[in-house]
């Protein structure tokens, strides 16, 4: 069947039935890329890597440019931001695969923490761009609203999940013999590459990144998560608008896991996040939101991807013994570099949406609007009727 190439699910292969996507999508998903990709050169030469995708790297922040970025806001803040990385925490595992240091900022005085984490997929780059948006707009305002979010909660922005993948222009990471500097290979010769969106599982956890930032989680235990990702292009078959942000998450809400998962509270929180942001966003000026899917009628519920094992409280390496769990979403920006569909044009207005939904979502949780919202709103969000969900434990399962 034809591989669908909406975000979340390219590195598996559906085994269920024929599903028309709703768009026509280029052929070239992430694992046509891969295959393209020429041997690595190793961290020094990471930023000159040739980008395998047809995206003008001019669009794309780097690596570099989020700690350029975060370091002048820590000078600029007056105390306001703590910039910090994992090795300064002290978790046990502290650098990306290829040795990048792992950044954090932390904004807010609160009890409450909430976890913001971009670009777990390194071509889907805008995650980066729009938390620094959202951050410097934090420290800098004074309105009401923003001295509530930050008095009520600490918030740990994650602009850059996966420093390689975002150096290379890849959606996974690559396994890295530190001796050799070079990635390990596997069977067939090829780098072993890795998911980071499925590596929080039980036999997972390949990626250096992964134990990271996993370890990190436990010992900050947020009370909600978003997790911003891009998906393919996308036009709502009803009206033919283009959809530029999609809402979910990767356990599908009404589906096989959530309900099931203290009495199905991150089920209606999630209905609730979603719908609250959709209301604040949706036709704010180029702004279409609709219901994350994975193709006409598909949903994912994945239990490898990190706001997944969040929600389901995976206890890995002992490491979570009170089985601490917290409700998440996705936000889906439109457009890939894979597909080189984000150009310098589209740039500005597809940051500017995440940024406000961000600060929908913030504003909202802090207000309590979100938690106060009928979760039947979630049936009012665009949406096809959800016909199958698709898996990584049971492959694809009909609604
Ligand atoms: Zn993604």
């Known amino acids: 069947m034809r591989e669908m190439d909406h975000t ?3 590195s598996q292969t559906p085994s269920g039935p024929q599903i028309s996507r709703r768009t026509a999508l280029t052929a070239l998903g992430a694992l046509g890329a891969l295959a393209a990709t020429p041997a690595l050169a190793g961290p020094a030469a990471a930023t000159t890597y040739p980008n395998p995708n047809n995206t003008p790297t001019s669009a794309i922040r780097t690596y570099g440019d989020m700690i350029k970025g975060l370091e002048q806001l820590q000078r600029t803040s007056r105390g306001a931001v703590t910039v910090t990385t994992l090795r300064e925490v ?3 595992e502290y650098l990306s695969e290829q040795g990048r240091e792992l950044y954090v900022a932390q904004v807010g ?13 390194g071509d889907e780059p805008y995650g980066l761009d729009s938390l620094m948006t959202v951050l410097r707009s934090l420290v800098s305002s004074g309105s009401p609203t923003y001295r509530q979010i930050r008095e009520q909660f600490t918030i740990h922005f994650i602009p850059v999940y996966n420093p390689d993948g975002s150096e290379m222009n890849t959606r996974t990471t690559t ?4 001796t050799t500097n070079q990635p390990r290979l596997g069977a067939n010769g090829r780098p072993l590459t890795v998911d980071l969106n499925r590596d929080w599982a039980v036999n997972g956890f390949r990626a250096r990144e992964s134990r990271a930032w996993y370890e990190y989680w436990t010992m900050v235990k947020p009370e909600y998560a978003l997790d911003i990702h891009h998906q393919g292009m996308k036009v709502d078959r009803t009206t033919g608008e283009a959809i530029t942000l999609s809402l979910g998450v990767s356990l599908a809400p009404g589906g096989p896991t959530l309900p099931g998962i203290r009495g199905g509270e991150y089920d209606v929180l999630t209905r609730q996040m979603a719908g609250h942001v959709w209301q604040q966003v949706d036709h704010r000026g180029h702004i279409t939101t609709d219901r994350y899917d994975v193709g006409e009628g598909v949903v994912i519920d994945i239990h490898g991807g990190v706001v997944s094992a969040m929600m389901m409280g995976l206890n890995w390496n002992g490491l979570n013994p009170t089985g601490h769990s917290n409700a998440a979403i996705f936000f889906e920006t439109s ?9 310098q044009k589209a740039r500005g207005k597809l ?3 995440n940024v406000l939904g961000v600060e929908a979502w913030l504003s909202g949780l802090a207000t309590g609007a979100v938690q106060r919202l009928d979760p039947e709103i979630w049936e ?17 399962i009909p609604a």
């Open 90 to 92: 002290g978790t046990a």
């Open 380 to 396: 009012q969000i665009p949406h096809d009727p959800v016909q199958y969900y698709f898996t990584d434990w049971g492959g694809t």
């Open 8 to 10: 979340c699910i390219i």
């Open 351 to 353: 940051i500017q949406q």
């Open 175 to 178: 396994l890295w013999d530190e």
């Open 109 to 121: 005085t609160g009890t409450r923490h909430l976890w913001i984490q971009g670009r777990i997929h």
């Open 335 to 343: 457009g890939n570099t894979r597909d080189g569909s984000l150009g």
